[in-house]
Structures are given as structure tokens and as C-alpha cells.
């Protein structure tokens, strides 16, 4: 079976914030959740980059190594995904998470973490496929419906790319060809110097 | 003459240029930060730089309480309440419980306050351990609203434990300190070995009372902090990790501690549920298992409190 891969494209990606608004708009993610960030670093300086992160569905998760209840768990195509029923709102998946992706809603009794809340790859939850209480709980299913991801789907850059991960590398390597990266990669230089 | 010296001039002036362009290279990434060079060193480099501003620095605390909390905690937990209690067992079976004339005369060793200080100290503190065992081996009890509700309890009791940790820290401290017999005790293993009674060195407490109770309030304050942090988050992200690691690892010692205490108020010493009831000890139990304490009796004892 394929494995699916997120990728984003630095020399594309134009902090602009669209898959984070379109992640939070698509799903109602609450407020204070954020599936998905941009990134900036180097912010007003040269050599500025921007990059799209969220949940990257690690082959080897270090969220369902730690997770006390088992409540995360891998799908065959490599998406990683929550059980909130399960879920204890303990935290440590966020401790072992290295992109800082499990989140977790506030307000709740004596000031608990609520269960936690992460990208879902649009593929919903361990709910039954269109359910009303997999839209509650996770948001869109946009896998099963045969659709890419919202972030990924409305980039506007094309930066973020999502699916299958070879197609993924193969797209990003011809893109690398082309431009090259790095120093070697296209800018305002290439764009406007003089031959 | 006029075309050397133009060449000359260029030359010159091309150093100059290369120098000045090599100095503000040299220098310029330093201004920039750490990845204004990035795209020329390797893709590790720029994610080290990403990561840090994500998560902090995973290679320094995630990966170890990854580990941890993936493989050896709950393999460690799960060995403490085993084999712990397995040792106890073999303790009952081959040596048994030492019994002590009830009906005798008896000495008032625990004051109310201090059984009131007590019994909420033993109350919260015994849910601490078992909504912690409960969050530790969630996953074969099912997860969800129990361990959840397993979690708010943890919370709540260690609210709790909090006011009795204080008082016994006011009420017991001196009878608490170490003193040299102490070490007599810790040889002997407090004569919990043999059958015979014979008195062994112990002054109010024993040593190994003594570590429990310097575990449980100094190690429960550690416990209260970084439970503290565990539960608001209200750090940074390594600081986060360093505290959960310090709050599993201690809890299993508190664990280990507190199962021994158990069998020897329930189990290893017939009676001694029972005086921590009324207060009173058996004179004999005083005489031979804290050889070293000075008690008053008759009605004098009574008037203490």
C-alpha cells in the first residue's frame, strides 16, 4: 500500500498562512488549536524561510510509543490518528512530539487539557467514515471522499504537497532539476540579473 | 607606462572589492542568524534550526523521555509492584508477622492530631498511587473517562496531600532526624529477618520510617512541582519533559516506599492498622521495635494533647 507524505517546499512557501486558516476553517478546529503553523525563521532578515508544519505522520511515532492509553494509532497508508474517546488529555505526546504538533483545546474541568486534537491528514477519525460524530471529533474526511488535503489542496504556491509519497518525492525532485535549491535556487537574481 | 598603471589600479581595486566581499560574508551569517547560510549546509542542519523553534531540542530531553515513557516506565512500574510485593509475600510465608500481646499494657504513641494528620495524609497519598498506577497502565484498563476521572483524583488527592505533607513536617521533623543507631537499624534490616524479639535500635521511628517519611515530604514537594508543571504546561517544552521524567522516575521510589509501608502497618506487624487507629501501642511492641523511645505512661501520656 502507498504511504503518504507531506512536503513543503521552502523555496516556494510564502508564509501566507492559507493552509492554516483553510485547516482551522475546514474542520472548526476550536480556538487555540492549531493543526497546522507556518514557521518563519530568520523573520526580516536575508536568507528568510518559511515552512508549513504540522502532524508528519512519522513512521516510527514517537506519540504512539508514549502514549499511555493507546490512543494513537497508525493506519496501513502511514496516516496517524487519535482516538479523542481514549484520549486522556496527559500530554505526552506533545513531550515527545518533535514538531510540536499534538494539541490540546483549554477549558475544561480544574483547568485540564481536553483530548488531545493534531493534523488528522483529513482522513477524519477511528469514527465510522461521514459520520456526524467523526465530523464533530476530527472534522472533514476528505481521503475517503479521494481528495487531498485542504492545506495541501489550496496552497497556493503549490509549496505544501500531500499524498502519496512518491509521487510526492517525484514532484519536489523534478522541481529541484529545474530550479535547484539552496544557494543554486531561484530568486530574485535569477529573476531579474542580467544574464 | 599608463596602461601598467590602469591594471595595477583594477587589480587593486579587485582585491579591495574581493576582500570587503569575503570579510562581509565571513560576517554576515553571525548577523543573520542561524540559517541565513542554511541552504549551503546540509538539509540536518536547517531542520536542527527549524526543530528548535518548534519543539525545542528534541535530541535533549524528547528522545530520552520518549524512551522512557515508551519502553521502561510502565516495564519498571509494573516490576515494582511485583516484585516488591512478591518479596513481602516470601517474607510472610517464611518469616510471618510479628505478634505482640495486645492485652497488655499499652502506650500512647500517636496523639490525635497526629492520626488526623495521618489518616489524610494516608488517605490522598494511597489515591496518588493508585490513579498514578491507573494513568500508568491506562492502556490495559481501556483509557477514556476512567482514566481520566483517574487523573482529576490524582490532582484533587495531591491538593489534599499537600495539608497533611505540611503538618507532618511541623509535628515530626526531630523525631525524624538520623541518628547513628540508625545505621544498627539498617544492618539488621530492623530485625524484620528473624523470628526472635529482640530489641532492635530505634528511637520514636525507625530508619526505614524515617526514609519514608523524608521521601514523601521532601519527594512529594518535588512531586507537587513538577506535577505542577506536568499538569499546566506552564513551561517551556524541555522543562516540561525533565519534569515528567523526574515525576515518573521519583514516583516509582514513592511507590516502592509506600508498598513497603503498607505491608508493615497491614501485614508485618499484627495490630499495627490498629494503632494507628486508637493511638496506642503495645508496651512489649515498644519495648523491642523502638528500643531507644522514651515514653511516658499511665496518665501523664494521656495529657500530651
Redesign the interface.
Known amino acids: 500500500m502507498a504511504r503518504v507524505k507531506f512536503l513543503c517546499d521552502v523555496e516556494r512557501c510564502i508564509d501566507c498562512s492559507g493552509c492554516v486558516v483553510a485547516c482551522k476553517e475546514g474542520h472548526h478546529v476550536p480556538v487555540g488549536v492549531n493543526r497546522r503553523r507556518v514557521i518563519t525563521l530568520d523573520q526580516g532578515k536575508s536568507g528568510e524561510k518559511s515552512i508549513s508544519v504540522s502532524c508528519m505522520h512519522c513512521a516510527d511515532a514517537p506519540c504512539i510509543a508514549v502514549c499511555p492509553v493507546d490512543a494513537i494509532y497508525q493506519r496501513d497508508d502511514g496516516i496517524v490518528l487519535v482516538n479523542k474517546k481514549t484520549c486522556i488529555g496527559c500530554g505526552y505526546c506533545f513531550m515527545a512530539c518533535p514538531f510540536g504538533a499534538p494539541q490540546f483545546p483549554k477549558g475544561n474541568i480544574f483547568g485540564a487539557r481536553g483530548a488531545m486534537d493534531k493534523c488528522t491528514f483529513c482522513a477524519g477519525g477511528p469514527e465510522e467514515n461521514f459520520s456526524t460524530e467523526e465530523k464533530r471529533l476530527y472534522g472533514q474526511n476528505r481521503i475517503a471522499e479521494g481528495k487531498v488535503p485542504l492545506c495541501a489542496g489550496m496552497c497556493a504556491t503549490k509549496a505544501l504537497l500531500a499524498g502519496d509519497a512518491d509521487v510526492v518525492a517525484d514532484v519536489y525532485r523534478e522541481r529541484v532539476f529545474q530550479r535547484g535549491s539552496g544557494v543554486n535556487a531561484w530568486g530574485w537574481s535569477k529573476a531579474y540579473g542580467k544574464e | 607606462m599608463q596602461r601598467v598603471f590602469y591594471c595595477l589600479l583594477l587589480l587593486t581595486g579587485f582585491f579591495t572589492a574581493g576582500f570587503a566581499a569575503f570579510v562581509y560574508a565571513r560576517e ?1 551569517p553571525a548577523a ?9 549546509v546540509s538539509s540536518a542542519d536547517y531542520y536542527q ?3 528548535a ?3 525545542g531540542n ?1 535530541q535533549n530531553y ?1 528522545q530520552l ?2 524512551t522512557l ?3 521502561w516506565f ?1 516495564k519498571a512500574s509494573l516490576l515494582t509492584i511485583t516484585v516488591v510485593p512478591g518479596l513481602f509475600l516470601l517474607h510472610y510465608l517464611v518469616i510471618g508477622a510479628k505478634h505482640f500481646d495486645q492485652g497488655g499494657e499499652q502506650v500512647l504513641f500517636f496523639p490525635l492530631l497526629t492520626r488526623v494528620v495521618h489518616f489524610f495524609g494516608a488517605l490522598s497519598f494511597s489515591l496518588l498511587v493508585l490513579t498514578g498506577l491507573m ?5 490495559y484498563i ?3 473517562t476512567l ?2 476521572s ?3 483524583v490524582h ?2 488527592s495531591a491538593m489534599v496531600f499537600v495539608v497533611p505533607a505540611c503538618m507532618m513536617l511541623v509535628i515530626w521533623p526531630k523525631d525524624m532526624l538520623p541518628r547513628r543507631h540508625d545505621i544498627a537499624w539498617l544492618v539488621l534490616l530492623g530485625g524484620y529477618l528473624s523470628r526472635r524479639k529482640k530489641p532492635v535500635p530505634a528511637g520514636k521511628f525507625n530508619a526505614g520510617q524515617k526514609m519514608y517519611f523524608w521521601s514523601v515530604t521532601l519527594g512529594g514537594a518535588v512531586m507537587a512541582f513538577t506535577g505542577y508543571v ?4 506552564g513551561a517551556d ?1 524541555e522543562s ?2 525533565l519534569a ?1 521524567i523526574m515525576h515518573n522516575t521519583l514516583g516509582m521510589g514513592l511507590l516502592a516506599f509506600y508498598l513497603t509501608h503498607l505491608y508493615m502497618a497491614v501485614f508485618a506487624i499484627a495490630g499495627s492498622l490498629q494503632s494507628m487507629k486508637s493511638g496506642y501501642k503495645p508496651k512489649e511492641e515498644v519495648d523491642i521495635l523502638h528500643s531507644r523511645y522514651k515514653y511516658q505512661q499511665g496518665q501523664e501520656a494521656k495529657r500530651r494533647f
Open positions: 554576515d543573520a542568524g542561524p540559517i541565513a547560510d542554511l541552504l549551503t534550526a527549524l526543530i523553534e518548534v519543539a528534541w524528547g523521555f520518549t515513557q515508551g519502553q510502565w494513568i500508568v497502565f491506562g492502556k481501556g483509557g477514556g482514566i481520566r483517574a487523573r482529576y490532582l484533587l506536568i499538569w499546566g504546561m517544552v516540561v519533559r515528567a
